[in-house]
């Protein structure tokens, strides 16, 4: 089994594929792969991680609140990253039994048929959840956090759509969609899995 | 509790509805609405129906692949039915413990803060499951079936999008959005009543 989440920034993704791969005795996958990127291409790994975030190449990165500009990388470097990329997820979709969150997953593995799922929430409750896991020394205004969570949704989107036919966050690219602006994500783990199981049989 | 079902014409929320509410000892509400209009309207049964599909005033119908004009009604009647239509939901809203399928419910009764599902699936799906449940005799074309499916749903979004400030099907609408093109509706449903109850909760 391969489950696919797709979140916008601030939703709980993450918090939703880590449970859902301890529900279901999954492999998770996250962060790590940009380490295996990093490695693979022998790039730095905070350069890699912003480059997925930003969608492609920038010469800064946006970050607190404001652009800072980037040292190293060049536009050839956004072939390696993606190229690695797809080569890493596809080996991993190779083993199954796995989460994978974020990375065009859904788009890579297609052919796999992952149960794809997508996270979302309202504003607010994205800004709340952010603010509650903020960096110590945060201290972006509301405006400035938004337009942050606006730029890296812009970034997976933009990256997404390079693999797949549906766009990012439309329904038709996800057997299941959640928000999860009114809910506790933690408690709806065990039914979400028994669903994700009946999707797999399919 | 109140759950609202909005869904694609093929996708199956109907089935989805039905079940969800039996599993969660639920009333619910569907095609009698439209009898309750069309008493309270004192309009006739069959065009209150076709109204509420188009998503108001038409001189024809469209049916079994073809337009058939229609004889009754006048643009005047549309507000009788959808005045009609809002009186009838909230009634039933404040009753509450109710799956209610269509009819703008999910917007009229957002105050009550249902647990608001949409339904939809692939082209393919939805036209295998309008030919499974084709009336006898109906003898449609794909391109007619799915001209005929194309003008059912933009006659839902109409209506809706009168009442609501976020357009049919579009994710921010809903708590949850359903896939069903790759899964078996009824072994899902106890999963998703359960699932359906946790968002209650919040």
Same mark, same amino acid.
């Given at each position: 089994m391969i489950v696919t989440i797709s979140r916008q920034f601030g939703s709980g993704g993450r918090e939703v594929g880590k449970r859902l791969a301890d529900a279901l005795g999954l492999e998770y996958y996250d962060k790590q792969l940009v380490t295996e990127i990093a490695k693979s291409t022998e790039l730095n790994e905070n350069y890699v991680s912003e480059v997925l975030k930003n969608g492609g190449y920038r010469n800064y990165v946006f970050s607190f609140g404001r652009s800072i500009p980037l040292v190293s990388g060049t536009p050839n470097t956004i072939t390696d990253i993606l190229v690695a990329q797809q080569k890493i997820i596809k080996a991993i979709g190779e083993k199954g039994d796995c989460v994978i969150v974020g990375r065009s997953a859904d788009a890579i593995l297609a052919e796999l048929s992952p149960v794809r799922i997508f996270v979302y929430a309202d504003q607010e409750s994205r800004v709340k959840r952010c603010r509650e896991r903020?960096?110590?020394?945060?201290n972006l205004t509301d405006k400035q956090l938004i337009r942050q969570m606006r730029e890296i949704d812009k970034g997976r989107k933009k990256l997404h759509d390079l693999f797949s036919n549906y766009p990012w966050? @439309?329904? @038709?690219? !996800? @057997?299941l969609m959640l928000n999860?602006? !009114?809910?506790?994500i933690k408690s709806i783990i065990p039914h979400l899995a028994s669903l994700v199981c009946d999707f797999h049989v399919n």
């Open positions: 903020a960096p110590e020394g945060e966050g @439309d329904k @038709d690219g !996800y @057997d999860t602006s !009114y809910t506790n």
